[in-house]
């Protein structure tokens, strides 16, 4: 009896080894390489929260030198007609539209430097919200030499 028991547990000593590994799906979530995830695949949690949080940072220190310009805009929409209308003019159509792009190019350029910066690294987020701000700038610029002294013929 004791032979017979030594000849199972050989033969399911012999089965155990002889059997082939299974794969794909055939694999279970208990054995232990498929529950060992290398360390660099994914960012660290750590890493993921600091990049958010210099993502609003920047975002933020952006955000308010575009609302500055913002505000601007809405001073020079609101500016030039109490201008206008003191002086019994209207505004020509060319004016007005002068005026909306300059409400609108800052609200543009944050919201496509803040959609294209969403999944970069802080220097490509940086880099973005400056690249949108110096085109807000170069856009303002522009508009204040058209509304400046001298800017516009009026055909006086």
Same mark, same amino acid.
């Given at each position: 009896?004791?032979?017979?028991? @030594?000849? $199972?547990?050989?033969? !399911? /000593?012999?089965? +155990?080894?002889? #059997? *082939? =590994?299974?794969? @794909?799906? $055939?694999?279970?979530? !208990? /054995?232990?390489? +498929?529950?060992? #995830? *290398? =360390?660099?695949?994914?960012?660290?949690?750590?890493?993921? /929260?600091?990049?958010?949080?210099?993502?609003?940072?920047?975002?933020?220190?952006?955000?308010?030198?575009? /609302?500055?310009?913002?505000?601007?805009?809405?001073?020079?929409?609101?500016?030039?007609?109490?201008?206008?209308?003191?002086?019994?003019?209207?505004?020509?159509?060319?004016?007005?539209?002068?005026?909306?792009?300059?409400?609108?190019?800052?609200?543009?350029?944050?919201?496509?430097?803040?959609?294209?910066?969403?999944?970069?690294?802080?220097?490509?987020?940086?880099?973005?919200?400056?690249?949108?701000?110096?085109?807000?700038?170069?856009?303002?610029?522009?508009?204040?030499?058209?509304?400046?002294?001298?800017?516009?013929?009026?055909?006086?």
């Amino acid at each position: 009896m004791s032979a017979a028991n @030594g000849n $199972e547990v050989g033969s !399911d /000593a012999t089965r +155990a080894t002889d #059997a *082939p =590994e299974p794969t @794909g799906a $055939e694999r279970t979530t !208990d /054995a232990p390489e +498929a529950s060992a #995830a *290398p =360390e660099h695949d994914a960012p660290a949690p750590a890493s993921r /929260a600091a990049s958010r949080w210099v993502f609003a940072v920047v975002a933020g220190v952006f955000g308010l030198l575009y /609302a500055y310009d913002l505000w601007e805009g809405v001073g020079n929409f609101v500016g030039v007609g109490q201008l206008a209308a003191a002086l019994g003019v209207s505004i020509s159509t060319w004016g007005l539209t002068v005026l909306v792009i300059g409400l609108l190019v800052p609200l543009a350029a944050y919201a496509g430097a803040f959609w294209l910066a969403r999944r970069r690294g802080p220097l490509g987020v940086l880099l973005l919200f400056l690249t949108g701000w110096a085109l807000v700038q170069v856009v303002q610029l522009d508009l204040e030499v058209l509304l400046g002294f001298g800017g516009l013929d009026l055909g006086e």
